[in-house]
């Protein structure tokens, strides 16, 4: 089913006879969901775009590449990175913004600006039943009942369908510089990357991979150069700094993972503690890229070492299997928590037809 | 204000509950002495008083666990408590109610700074948050007003902002996890100091829901590095138009503030005759401040001062020292009290679309002679967020109810405009019977099930937030 409006929807999934499949592009679905594919990629096209108050109103199917260049095109960007995993989960298919929500997909600049259910200011969305919701607003400032669009974000479609969204954007900076670190082993390299987020240098990327720690700054030219030799000054190791498109590209390649792309073996995304970040990966022996200062992992593991996995990151943070075949993807949740999600599901999902099986 | 009949049953259970209440907590942390409750009857919105059934001040969560399982099982509302500085009424009691303070839970349990959090108990107040990390230079970020006096817990439970949000963000922007009670006694964690959860993220609803889920006892928060230094800058304009104006060019050029503050003629006056802070006499005026070196300081200032000389301003006042930023904040701080001082306020806290706030400054303007009572505006306009501050006398007879019908004739109007009823104060009582406006009868119906699920009895603050038509069945049940 692809509807193309938002009353089509809700009618398509109030006269569901069976679970549905919710799909965006399909580009970053995790789990083992089954049912009828309902396609939002016909709900498409910005609502309503105010530059000069920063905000964004774009229905859920419209793709990510057009936001883009609709922002683009007055030199705005959406601020927590949309990464793009189509290379590293081995899909294909147009990337959509509603999927971007769900999945609550952040990059690196979330050490700065937090995530993507950050930048929601709203959201329209169908439930289980049919009914049509609408949460939030758009305006930068709103506590007016509860935060469901928050709830939304991140919940992979299990207790809605995202009709449409609306965000606060942000404008490009003038300059962005990125300090490469090499000579550092992980530990050290890691405790470089803390050091950074813990200096007023209002630093917007700190990662590590392939045997170098990245640390990125921008804002206007004369402040990252400043930022760029205090930074420099703090930090040790060897470091040589990259400008402008360089910069940008090696961001987009930790965005996008793409140096855990093609490798044997199973990917997991840990979240936990930067300071726990070298010692997990050291315990495991994988191999790893790390963002957000060490606070996310990107691990390759061989197949079946996901209990080990779950030991070592027990009580400091959780992981979630990305590529893999069968097991659990998303780890369990306390009994107590387990209870709230189970009814909140209940209640916004009756009949249990929305991406069934998906979170587990 | 309408408010619910007490239940008449638990009234008459008085001596039993609290019978029980001091069963499972030490004798300090009872209140059922009238005259000691009397504390308790209202919080900043002190228009509207009712003293409880009783209020206890546990100490620890397990405490907090056990006040909750018992009034659960007895059928007693319960209002939790910060400190008390709600503008909306989201504190205030019902007779039949027991109201839990989180006062006395106050500690910080760990700072942690190579990971960039602090976790203290709910009731810490929110200035001494930042009080415990500045010497190793990092901050608390969400700075609302009352961040003296106003707790954690509040904080959360509204989700409030500050005058440094626009760079940012407010309260659920900087939590990153919870213990919380639920209404039956069960204590959860939601979140954690690593901060993204691996499912739902329960934690940003209950961020913001006013104390209807459950009682917050811990919270873990992000701190971050103190930057280098801050300074504003004073600009004065003729009109509305041109500084609203001002304002979206800045937030165009991507210069990003900490802070943009609005004051319009009505409350610059009141501030001078006041605070004499020494602003120009002018239609409007805004308070921009920026952050980061010396270098970088100047860097944004320029840039500030370009684009607001190209809409002619009437002053463009750089603070050259300590003590000149001092006084361009003096009369933006004392906005509130300068206008109490002129007569009873009250304070609403809508937002609006940026680019409406030339049209709804000139609405309330129209609106304002309507009703015959002045109205000053002081604002957060880099977010949009409104202050409309309605003077009038509380003495005079009719007078509440008049400024009560122009308030919620503004926030009507910010609704139609795109925005909201309530930008940082919560709904509350306040704003309860105008849910309604912004919303249907559907997307209340969705928020209303979170409660079902959190507290299906409807025991957790009952009264507050939806329209007491709307949640009757639910109350009732
Ligand atoms: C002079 C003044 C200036 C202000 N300035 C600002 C401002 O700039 N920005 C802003 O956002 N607000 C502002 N406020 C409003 C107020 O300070 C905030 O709403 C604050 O967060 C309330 O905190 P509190 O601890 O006083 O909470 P309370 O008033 O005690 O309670 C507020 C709500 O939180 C709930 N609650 C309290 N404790 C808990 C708990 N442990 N668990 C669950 N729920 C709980 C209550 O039931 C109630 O609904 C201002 C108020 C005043 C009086």
Not at chain 2, 22 to 36: F, K, N, Q, S
Not at chain 2, 182 to 193: A, K, N, R, S
Not at chain 2, 201 to 207: R, T
Not at chain 2, 297 to 318: G, K, M, T
Request: aromatic share 4%; with cysteine.
């Amino acid at each position: 089913m692809r509807p193309v409006t938002e009353a089509e929807l809700a009618e398509a999934v109030a006269g569901a006879s069976g679970p549905l499949l919710v799909r965006g592009g399909g580009t970053r679905t995790l789990g083992h969901a089954v049912g009828e594919v309902l396609e939002t990629g016909g709900l498409s096209g910005v609502e309503l775009y105010e530059p000069g108050a920063l905000t964004l109103v774009v229905r859920a199917g419209t793709p990510v590449a057009e936001v883009e260049a609709v922002l683009a095109g007055e030199r705005q960007r959406l601020a927590f990175e949309v990464p793009d995993l189509r290379g590293l989960l081995g899909r294909e298919g147009v990337s959509t913004i509603g999927g971007v929500v769900a999945a609550n997909a952040s990059g690196p600049r979330r050490v700065q600006v937090g995530a993507a259910r950050d930048a929601c200011l709203g959201a329209r969305f169908v439930d289980g039943a049919g009914m049509v919701v609408k949460n939030g607003g758009r305006v930068m400032k709103n506590v007016t009942g509860y935060d469901l669009v928050k709830l939304m974000a991140g919940s992979r479609g299990t207790l809605g369908v995202l009709t449409e969204v609306s965000f606060k954007v942000q404008a490009i900076p003038e300059a962005e510089a990125t300090l490469v670190i090499e000579g550092l082993g992980d530990a050290a390299g890691l405790a470089a990357l803390r050091a950074a987020l813990g200096s007023p240098f209002d630093v917007s990327g700190a990662a590590r991979h392939s045997g170098r720690s990245l640390v990125r700054v921008e804002g206007m030219a004369g402040s990252v150069a400043y930022r760029v030799t205090q930074l420099r000054a703090r930090l040790g190791g060897d470091v040589t700094v990259a400008e402008g498109a360089e910069s940008a590209a090696l961001w987009r390649e930790v965005r996008d993972v793409v140096p855990m792309r093609d490798k044997p073996g199973e990917i997991w995304r840990i979240v936990t503690l930067p300071t726990a970040a070298a010692e997990i990966v050291a315990q495991l022996e994988g191999e790893a890229l790390w963002d957000w200062g060490g606070g996310l992992i990107w691990l390759v593991l061989p197949h079946g070492k996901g209990a080990d996995l779950a030991a070592a990151v027990a009580g400091r943070g959780h992981a979630t299997l990305v590529k893999g075949q069968g097991g659990p993807v998303f780890p369990p949740e306390a009994p107590e928590v387990a209870a709230l999600v189970a009814g909140l599901k209940a209640k916004f999902d009756p009949r249990g037809i929305l991406n069934r099986g998906m979170m587990g | 204000m309408q408010m619910p009949e007490p239940d008449a049953g638990v009234l008459a259970r008085k001596a039993r509950i609290v019978g029980r209440l001091r069963a499972v907590l030490p004798a300090d942390a009872v209140i059922d002495a009238p005259e000691e409750l009397r504390v308790y009857e209202c919080d900043a919105l002190t228009a509207y008083r009712c003293p409880p059934l009783a209020a206890v001040l546990p100490r620890t969560t397990e405490e907090v666990s056990a006040v909750l399982r018992l009034c659960w099982e007895e059928g007693v509302p319960v209002v939790p408590r910060g400190s008390g500085t709600s503008l909306a009424g989201g504190a205030m009691p019902t007779a039949d109610s027991v109201i839990l303070g989180v006062a006395r839970m106050n500690r910080v349990l760990a700072a942690d700074y190579d990971n960039r959090f602090v976790h203290v108990e709910a009731g810490r107040t929110n200035l001494s948050v930042t009080g415990a990390v500045e010497a190793e230079g990092f901050f608390y970020a969400p700075d609302p007003s009352s961040q003296l006096a106003c707790a954690i817990a509040g904080n959360i439970a509204m989700n409030s902002g500050g005058a440094h949000c626009l760079k940012y963000g407010v309260t659920t922007n900087n939590l990153l996890g919870v213990r919380l009670v639920t209404m039956d006694g069960t204590v959860v964690t939601l979140g954690g100091p690593w901060g993204e959860p691996a499912g739902l993220d329960l934690l940003g609803v209950v961020c913001g829901s006013e104390g209807q889920l459950g009682v917050v006892t811990e919270a873990w928060l992000r701190i971050l590095p103190k930057p280098e230094g801050a300074r504003p800058v004073l600009v004065g304009f003729d009109s509305n138009e041109v500084a609203g104006a001002c304002v979206s060019d800045i937030i165009k050029a991507g210069i990003l503030p900490v802070a943009i503050e609005f004051m319009d003629r009505p409350c610059i006056r009141a501030t001078e005759a006041f605070a004499k802070a020494g602003y120009p006499d002018c239609e409007a005026l805004l308070i921009i401040e920026v952050e980061g070196s010396e270098a970088e300081i100047s860097e944004q200032l320029a840039r500030i001062r370009q684009i607001a000389l190209a809409h002619d301003p009437v002053e463009f006042r750089e603070a050259e020292d300590e003590d000149q930023a001092k006084r361009i904040w003096l009369g933006r701080k004392s906005a509130f009290g300068a206008m109490g001082q002129i007569n009873d306020y009250m304070c609403l806290d809508g937002t609006i679309p940026v680019s409406s706030l030339p049209h709804v400054l000139k609405r309330i303007g129209e609106l304002s002679r309507e009703f015959g009572l002045d109205v000053g505006n002081v604002f957060h306009a880099g977010d949009g967020n409104m202050h409309p501050l309605i003077l009038f006398n509380a003495n005079t007879p009719g007078d509440l109810e008049k400024c009560e019908a122009f308030g919620a004739e503004i926030l009507k109007l910010c609704v139609e405009v795109g925005g909201c009823l309530t930008g940082e104060h919560g709904v509350g009582i306040e704003k309860r019977d105008l849910m309604a406006v912004q919303f249907s009868a559907a997307d209340m119906e969705a928020q209303m099930r979170v409660k079902d699920v959190f507290d299906p009895k409807w025991l957790l603050n009952p009264a507050k937030v939806f329209p007491l038509g709307a949640s009757a069945g639910r109350r009732a049940g």
